[in-house]
C-alpha cells in the first residue's frame, strides 16, 4: 500500500538527516533544543554561555543559552531548568542552531570542489548572486539566507567583495588548518511548481560547502573532506581547462593563467583522487558506479570563446524556460566532449563514463572576463554565461525543479 503509506507519513520522517553545517548524519529524534534564556512564566531565567563544543566544532563563542534533550521530532520543548518553551533546535553533533524548516522539508548538500584556482569560489559567489537575482526569476524561484551567519558571511565576504569592491577572493583555506572544520553557507531555495494551478512554493534546504583546492592535492588531504564529500547530495566539480595541458596553449593570449608548482593540481588528478575517494565509500555505488549526480563544469569559457565554432550552443544564453531543458543541456554536453578532445582531455571522459552513473559537462564562465590583475576583476564587471546550468541540472536530478523534455 505505497499510497496509504506516503498519504499516512508524518512531516517528519523518521529517515536520518544530515546537519547542513556538520554533515554529520543523525536520527531527527536525537536533535537537541537550545533554552532561549527569556524569562519563563514561572520566573526563571537561564543564564546565556559559550558552548564549548559549538565552540570547538565551529569556533562561535556567542554566549548561548543551554543545550538539552527532548523530543527531536517536535518543533518545541520546554528547558528543564526554567520551563521556557524554545524553538530553537541544534544539531546534536556541532550544536548548530538549525534551520527553522529543517527535517520538514528536503536539505540537500552540495559539494563544490575542483583543483586550487581552479575558479570554485568565484563560481559559487556569482552562481548564488545569479540564482537571487536573474534566474531565480527564470525559474520563478527564490534563494535566502538560512542563517544570520550565511546572510552576513555572503553578502560581505563573497557578494560584496567581488561585485561592489571588484575584488578576486583569496585562497580558500584548507580545513586542515582549521581542526577539519569547514564553514558551509546554507540557503533556503523555494520554487513555484508551474502546473494548470498555481501550487505553493516547495521549499527546499541547500548547503554550499566549498572546498580549499590545497585539500584535494593528495589523498591524506582529501580525506579530511571525506565526511562533506560522502555525505553530499550532489556535486559541482569544477575542472579548469587552464589546467589542462592541451588547452593552456590555446586560451586567448594575455589569460591569466593558474600557477604552476606542488600546491596546484592538473584536473585529471584532482579527478582521479575524488573518484577514488567516492569509490571507497559502500553506499554511494549502485551497480558499481557512483550514484550521487556529478555536474563536471569547465570553468573560464571565456578564455576559449574565440575558439568556439559558429553555433555552438556555448555561444549562445540558454533558453529561457521556467524548468531544466533537457535537449539544450545534451548539446552543451555533447559540444564540451568534443572541447575535450581537442584540449587532451579524453582521460577526463573515461573515467566519468568508467565510474560515474549520473553526469553532465557544462561549460560557463562565471567573469565572463579576464580579470585585470591577480586581485580584480575586469573593468567590464561582471558578466557570466549559462553559469545556472549545472546547478539547475543538479536540482532537476534532485527533484528540486521540474524538467523540459527527456534524457
Ligand atoms: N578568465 C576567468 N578567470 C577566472 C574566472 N573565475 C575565476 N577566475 C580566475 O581564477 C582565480 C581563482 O579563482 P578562485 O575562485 O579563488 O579559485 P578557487 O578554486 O576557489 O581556489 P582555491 O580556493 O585556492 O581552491 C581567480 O583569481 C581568477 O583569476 C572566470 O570566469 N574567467
Ligand atoms: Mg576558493
Ligand atoms: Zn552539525
Ligand atoms: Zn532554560
Redesign the pocket.
Same mark, same amino acid.
Given at each position: 500500500m505505497p499510497l496509504l503509506r506516503k498519504l499516512t507519513r508524518t512531516p517528519l520522517a523518521p529517515k536520518p538527516l544530515t546537519c547542513p553545517y556538520c554533515y554529520e548524519r543523525f536520527p531527527i529524534r536525537d536533535i537537541l533544543f537550545r533554552c532561549n534564556t527569556r524569562m519563563s512564566r514561572t520566573g526563571r531565567r537561564c543564564v546565556a554561555k559559550t558552548d564549548g563544543i559549538l565552540e570547538e566544532r565551529t569556533g562561535n563563542r556567542r554566549e548561548l543559552g543551554p543545550v538539552f534533550s527532548a523530543d527531536g521530532r517536535k518543533t518545541t520543548a520546554v528547558c528543564p531548568d526554567c520551563a521556557s518553551e524554545t524553538r530553537y533546535r541544534v544539531c546534536p553533533v556541532c550544536h548548530s542552531q538549525l534551520p527553522t524548516q529543517f527535517g520538514l522539508v528536503d536539505n540537500l548538500l552540495i559539494a563544490m570542489v @575542483? $583543483? +586550487?584556482? $581552479? @575558479? +570554485?569560489? /568565484?563560481?559559487?559567489? /556569482?552562481l548564488l548572486h545569479e540564482v537571487m537575482n536573474r534566474i531565480g526569476a527564470r525559474l520563478d524561484a527564490s534563494l535566502l539566507a538560512a542563517d544570520e551567519h550565511t546572510l552576513s558571511r555572503f553578502r560581505l565576504n563573497y557578494e560584496e567583495s567581488l561585485y561592489a569592491e571588484r575584488r %578576486? &577572493?583569496?585562497?580558500?583555506t584548507s580545513a586542515g588548518t582549521r581542526d577539519g572544520r569547514v564553514d558551509p553557507l546554507v540557503f533556503r531555495f523555494s520554487v513555484r511548481r508551474n502546473g494548470p494551478i498555481r501550487q505553493a512554493p516547495v521549499h527546499t534546504l541547500l548547503s554550499f560547502f566549498?572546498?580549499?583546492?590545497? =585539500?584535494?592535492v593528495s589523498q591524506e588531504s582529501v580525506d579530511l573532506n571525506t565526511r562533506y564529500l560522502a555525505n553530499a547530495d550532489g556535486v559541482l566539480l %569544477?575542472l579548469?581547462p587552464?589546467q589542462m595541458p592541451g588547452a593552456r596553449q590555446s586560451a586567448a593570449p594575455d589569460?591569466?593563467l593558474?600557477g604552476v608548482g606542488a600546491r596546484y593540481d592538473t584536473s585529471v588528478g584532482v579527478l582521479t583522487r575524488i573518484t577514488d575517494m567516492l569509490l571507497s565509500q559502500p553506499g554511494l555505488l549502485n551497480r558499481g558506479l557512483i550514484d550521487v549526480p556529478v555536474a563536471v563544469v569547465f &570553468?573560464? %569559457? =571565456?578564455?576559449f570563446r574565440h575558439r568556439l565554432r559558429r553555433g555552438s550552443p556555448l555561444t549562445v544564453e540558454p533558453p529561457a524556460g521556467p524548468r531544466f531543458d533537457v535537449a539544450d543541456s545534451l548539446d552543451v554536453h555533447t559540444e564540451m566532449m568534443g572541447l575535450l578532445r581537442d584540449w587532451d582531455g579524453v582521460q577526463i571522459d573515461q573515467v566519468m563514463a568508467n565510474n560515474y552513473r549520473r553526469y553532465r559537462y557544462f561549460g560557463? $564562465?562565471? %567573469?565572463?572576463?579576464? &580579470?585585470t590583475s591577480?586581485?580584480e576583476v575586469a573593468q567590464t564587471g561582471i558578466q &557570466?554565461y549559462r553559469v545556472a546550468d549545472p546547478f539547475v541540472w543538479l536540482l532537476s536530478e534532485l527533484g528540486a525543479v521540474g524538467r523540459e523534455g527527456r534524457g
Open positions: @575542483g $583543483s +586550487k584556482d $581552479s @575558479g +570554485k569560489t /568565484v563560481y559559487m559567489t /556569482v %578576486l &577572493p583569496t585562497t580558500t566549498d572546498a580549499a583546492g590545497e =585539500d584535494l %569544477l579548469d587552464l589569460t591569466r593558474p &570553468p573560464k %569559457l =571565456d578564455a560557463v $564562465s562565471a %567573469l565572463g572576463a579576464n &580579470p591577480d586581485a &557570466p
